[in-house]
């Protein structure tokens, strides 16, 4: 089941900004970036502004909503994407409730339908 | 009446667990359906098994060469996809669609595959044109029909007629037996409960899908009677995937495609302790093909992986054991 897998373990890293995550595809196959959706970041409870978050992947760091625009590049389903948050310092080797949304539109179906991966993992920060 | 001459195979799709959860890279992967006499067929998703897809390097065509030589294996089907809604609230043009499938057509000729499955979304007008390429790379294009579609279903009669008039022996049909299933397998009841979906909603849905309806209306009809007893919606939308990965259609159905089946897609999601099917009467189904006298390989295709991490070597394995019986049962 890939839906519960959202969330790669081990990868919560404490950075001098913020922290980073890894993120994993929650589909059978490689998708354009343009059909990928962050839906939800929250630690301990508390959500992250999605509109501050970079996502890292294939050597390049953007912003959620440039990759609306992205079709000629995919996420390849063994690849961890890396989101990267300012502003929200973890302490290091901190423990924390970790919880995400990620969401893709398959492109060959008709009517924008989405397939949800979610999951809460605790998780230390490296 | 040609003598049927069925063979197996897998496709590495049913394995998609064990490669996202890079159990297995895609080359250990395929020795390991080697190993465990899981071919000869070996059937690949592009999009899913190479990087880049689809381009295909030089280089990545020559080691999957080599990768088939070691193995012995045999390549059957590559997946490709009709990805017309890749941009946000826009639908690729028939030129755009065209050219999209005809890079995976070569891609596939490249590969060494000598049929693809399409999708019924490329369009029977995009299918038309890409035939001759289609022949000129010897790559036969298989229309998947899957579920909820049935081959009577107008979307795909506007395919069958297209075929008819084209009459090109590269141009045919995959059945998938999600389209003719008989109930709805148990691991997705199963994985419904453990979403805390109360038991009369499971039941309704099951219900629902058993009767004799628009297919194509039942998802926006159980979505409906959810808000009418205020399930959340959290809930409510878990249930209705079951309208699209699984249909009812007369097994003797497959007859009338017979003669342009080019690949099956051996769907399932587990074979239970006595060795059947629960939700696909492969019993039936296998009589049809061999009356059919179908000449080519079924992709044990498990899709239990979606709601659920068991082993999908093992789930092969059994169905390989399944068919084997049933062929020699009916030998």
Redesign the interface.
């Known amino acids: 089941m890939m839906f519960d897998k959202v969330i790669d373990p081990g990868t919560l890293v404490s950075t001098p900004e913020g922290f980073t995550i890894g993120i994993r595809i929650p589909w059978y196959r490689a998708l354009p970036l343009s059909t990928i959706e962050v839906n939800l970041l929250k630690v301990d409870g508390q959500e992250i502004p999605l509109e501050t978050l970079f996502f890292n992947l294939n050597g390049k760091r953007r912003t959620l909503v440039e990759l609306e625009t992205i079709v000629d590049e995919t996420w390849f389903i063994t690849d961890t994407a890396v989101l990267e948050v300012m502003g929200y310092p973890l302490e290091p080797s901190s423990e924390h409730e970790v919880e995400a949304v990620v969401a893709v539109r398959p492109p060959y179906l008709k009517g924008g339908m989405r397939r949800v991966g979610h999951i809460t993992r605790i998780m230390k920060a490296n | 009446m040609t003598q049927a001459d069925i063979k197996l195979g897998s496709t590495l799709?049913a394995f998609?667990?064990e490669?996202?959860?890079?159990k297995y890279?895609f080359e250990d992967l395929v020795r390991e359906v080697a190993k465990r006499n899981l071919g000869p067929g070996l059937e690949v998703?592009g999009?899913?098994s190479f990087?880049?897809?689809p381009t295909v390097s030089d280089d990545t065509a020559a080691r999957f060469k080599n990768l088939i030589a070691e193995t012995g294996l045999t390549p059957t089907c590559l997946g490709i996809?009709?990805?017309?809604?890749?941009?946000?609230d826009y639908?690729m043009s028939h030129q755009e669609s065209v050219e999209y499938q005809a890079l995976q057509i070569k891609a596939a000729a490249k590969l060494g595959f000598p049929v693809l499955r399409y999708?019924y979304?490329a369009g029977p007008e995009a299918i038309r044109e890409l035939a001759p390429l289609a022949e000129d790379l010897g790559v036969k294009l298989g229309l998947e029909v899957h579920a909820p579609h049935s081959i009577n279903h107008p979307e795909v009669m506007a395919y069958r007629e297209m075929y008819a008039q084209t009459n090109s022996p590269y141009l045919g049909f995959i059945p998938d037996f999600g389209s003719s299933a008989r109930t709805i397998p148990p691991i997705y009841l199963q994985y419904f409960r453990s979403r805390n979906v109360p038991e009369d909603v499971i039941t309704h849905a099951v219900a629902m899908w058993h009767e004799d309806s628009d297919r194509f209306a039942k998802r926006v009809n159980f979505l409906e009677w959810a808000k009418g007893i205020n399930l959340p919606d959290s809930l409510a939308?878990e249930v209705p995937i079951i309208f699209g990965l699984f249909s009812q259609q007369p097994l003797s159905n497959w007859l009338e495609i017979m003669p342009q089946t080019v690949h099956v897609h051996g769907k399932f999601y587990g074979v239970d302790e006595s060795g059947e099917d629960p939700s696909m009467d492969y019993n039936g189904i296998i009589k049809v093909f061999l009356e059919g006298g179908y000449r080519g390989y079924i992709s044990s295709e498990w899709e239990g992986?979606?709601?659920?991490?068991e082993d999908g070597f093992e789930k092969v394995a059994r169905h390989h054991q399944m068919l084997f019986r049933i062929l020699a049962e009916n030998r």
């Open positions: 799709y998609t667990n490669f996202h959860q890079r890279n998703v999009f899913q990087r880049g897809f996809n009709a990805d017309n809604w890749n941009r946000r639908t999708q979304a939308a992986h979606q709601v659920s991490d």
